[in-house]
Antibody
């Protein structure tokens, strides 16, 4: 069956970087876009951007341009989101990060979520 | 900054009907905005319910339906069950970007 399995929880200090993975299985990896969505504690869902696993092309929400990078490794059907910048990660980035797949305007399967905690 | 607005909370009795709406700050929502709807229960990942306005996934209960209503996307729950108590989010397409709605907390009382 189709699965999106994300990496485990992370605890980071402000200013650090973090990379979360989303390993897919049960379908042709290059046929579906993967989106990243985050949810701060007690808040709603926030779309961060997508990656096209076929071409590697990306589209980021304006808020995240310049400090979020989405990549993929087709050999292991995995996509990554890298929240990097030596000065960017703050306690406001404490959230659950989800990956979800989409094809032709149809969102269907989600990952289980990865909790990222930013704390000094 | 584009905003997508939903009712903050709604209460419905078991067996009743409730309609949630999803409005865009840019104007009327049409099928060209490909609205999707998701359900999220506490501590769980979101679950996809409806895609491209009114289409259901194989796992979507028949009591859920999507439509366009008065320039908004709408999600109607008919014959509400206690297990439908959850947060519901819409998602709207704006070209290459996507924007989630603010979310509606549905309470079954």
């Amino acid at each position: 069956q189709v699965q999106l399995v994300q990496s485990g929880a992370e605890v980071k200090k402000p200013g650090a970087s973090v990379k979360v993975s989303c390993k897919t299985s049960g379908y042709t990896f290059t046929d579906y876009y993967i989106h990243w969505v985050r949810q701060a504690p007690g808040q709603g869902l926030e779309w961060m951007g997508w990656i096209n696993p076929n071409s590697g092309g990306t589209n980021y929400a304006q808020k995240f341009q310049g400090w979020v990078t989405m990549t993929r490794d087709t050999s292991i059907s995995t996509v990554y989101i890298d929240l990097s910048s030596l000065t960017r990660l703050t306690s406001d980035d404490t959230a659950v990060y989800y990956c979800a797949r989409e094809k032709s305007e149809v969102w269907d399967v989600w990952g289980q979520g990865t909790t990222v905690t930013v704390s000094s | 900054q584009t905003m997508v607005t939903q009712e903050s909370s709604l209460t419905v009795s078991p067996g009743g009907t409730v309609t949630l709406t999803c409005a865009s700050s840019t104007g009327p929502v049409t099928s060209d905005y490909f609205p999707n709807w998701f359900q999220q229960k506490p501590g769980q990942a979101p679950r996809s319910l409806i895609y491209t306005t009114s289409n259901k996934h194989s796992w979507t209960p028949a009591r859920f339906s999507g439509s366009l209503l008065g320039g908004k996307a709408a999600l109607t729950l008919s014959g509400v069950q206690p297990e439908d108590e959850a947060e519901y989010y819409c998602l709207i397409y704006y070209g290459g970007a996507r924007v989630f709605g603010t979310g509606t907390k549905v309470t079954v009382l």
